[in-house]
């Protein structure tokens, strides 16, 4: 063994070189196969990603007929690379945020164009000394002040693209007003083919298989609130079953099993991707059920509100499998209180994700969230109850105590949650909930009849009661009041 031991390190490099290079071939088609299997699950996620490739691909040919066409190319020139650049940069994943960057753009370029020119002009009356030093001092003042308003917060979220391509594009033309004799014709040729690429992007976008961000925003909203209904769904068997199951020694099944422990998460992290969207989305036109000036800053504030629910059932989680043994006594007294405010608060956060979904009155919420109220009174009623038969010690009531007292806030939050719901339900103008017959009125069987009294000289020992057939309330009863006998009994 050592021998062979010495004679591998002797030919070590070389032995390792070639077997590298007999690795190679597999290693690269592992590597090969490795990228194909994330493309392919990259697609199925998603498959509008795919599309989206396949729409900028299609816009950059489009634009790319500014050099292949010799008429076009002849009138625009070699400025016709500006509409391939503008594709490249503007066009987007969603409808909103590729009408965004394109008017953001196009604007922009056309308000710095002119005061390029302006500048330009301005600049001239001095003298060919003069000229430079005017010039500079523009370029410095409109530079900073430009800059210092991308810091505002509104400027920032909608604006800020646009602030930085008119710094660009003013310093451009300003400055190359001084070597450039024909900078009028430039600058028009410029403004024309951002304007191309601008339109050729907007087109494609809303016109081949739109992603409208103000839709994934809606259906995100609802998905946060499913999530966290799920959860709150499986919560009372769970933490109640698992521990008495750790009392009788049984095995619990880990959380990665089971997926609703764990959708919440999700939830936490959602304020960057929903402020994004909401920005994108009021930049949107009408499209399918959604109007031009939709509420856009409620579902904002509907996110903030799910995400503190979020928070406080990341705090009911810890309590799950938790090695803190809880008081059984305590513990039993508030397992069906606890309980019924996790099913109700599931069953009204269903309710108000189908509402925000369907976009329909939120009403048939109100029912869920009263009764997970009510099993707050029913909790303190038996919190009471157990305290005056409580021996334990304080720290094995404590964790139970906790995880009621959290039921209680996600209660609250379910209860603004409802109320931001409803107030979307009227900004937006949902549709009324078509109520059902049972939904209106309950069906009840009233009906009309005579009691017969016994008479003094009748040796009966019975009374007949007679009830009309028809109910009072009933159509048919107005074509016929004849009474009939359906039932008698003894006294």
Known sequence: MEIESATQEKAGPFTRGWNWLKALPDKSKAKVMNVAKSMRKLGQDDPRRVIHSLKVGLALTLVSLLYYSRTLYDGFGIAG????????????????????KSLNRSFATFLAGALGLGAQHLASIFGEKGEPI????????????????????????????????????????????????????????????????GATCIIVSMCICPVWAGEDLHNLVTSNIEKLASYLEGFGDEYFHCKSEDEEGKVNVSKKDKPFLQGYRSVLNS?????????????????????????????????????????????????????????????????????KMSQESC????????????????????????????????????????????KAELLAIVPAATVASTLIEIVKCVEKLSEAVHELANLAHFKPVEATATQEKPQ??????????????????????TIDANPTDSSENEKSQAPKSLASGTV
């Open 81 to 100: 690379i500006w509409a391939v650049l503008t594709v490249v940069v503007v066009f987007e994943f969603t409808v909103g945020g590729t009408l965004s």
């Open 134 to 197: 005017v010039i500079g001092f523009l370029v410095f003042l409109l530079g900073a002040a430009s800059t210092f308003t991308r810091f505002f917060p509104r400027i920032k979220a909608r604006y800020d693209y646009g602030v930085l391509i008119f710094i660009l594009t003013f310093s451009m033309v300003s400055v190359s007003g001084v070597r450039v004799v024909e900078l009028l014709e430039l600058a028009h040729q410029r403004l024309s083919t951002i304007v191309i690429g």
């Open 271 to 339: 304020k960057s991707t929903e402020d994004s969207m909401a920005n994108l989305a009021r930049w949107e036109p009408r499209h399918g059920r959604f109007c031009f000036r939709h509420p856009w800053k409620q579902y904002l504030k509907i996110g903030a509100i799910t995400r503190q629910c979020a928070y406080h059932i990341e705090a009911l989680n810890g309590y799950i499998n938790s090695n803190i043994q809880a008081s059984e006594e305590f513990q039993s007294k508030i397992q069906e209180p606890c309980t």
């Open 347 to 390: 069953k009204a956060l269903r309710s108000l994700a189908s509402a925000i979904k369907t976009m329909t009155d939120s009403s048939p919420a109100n029912i869920h969230v009263e009764n997970s109220k009510t099993a707050i009174n029913e909790l303190k009623f038996a919190v009471n109850k157990a305290s005056s038969l409580e």
């Open 444 to 465: 009840l069987s009233l009906h009309r009849g005579t009691v017969n009294p016994v008479l003094d000289g009748d040796n009966t020992d019975h009374i007949t009661i």
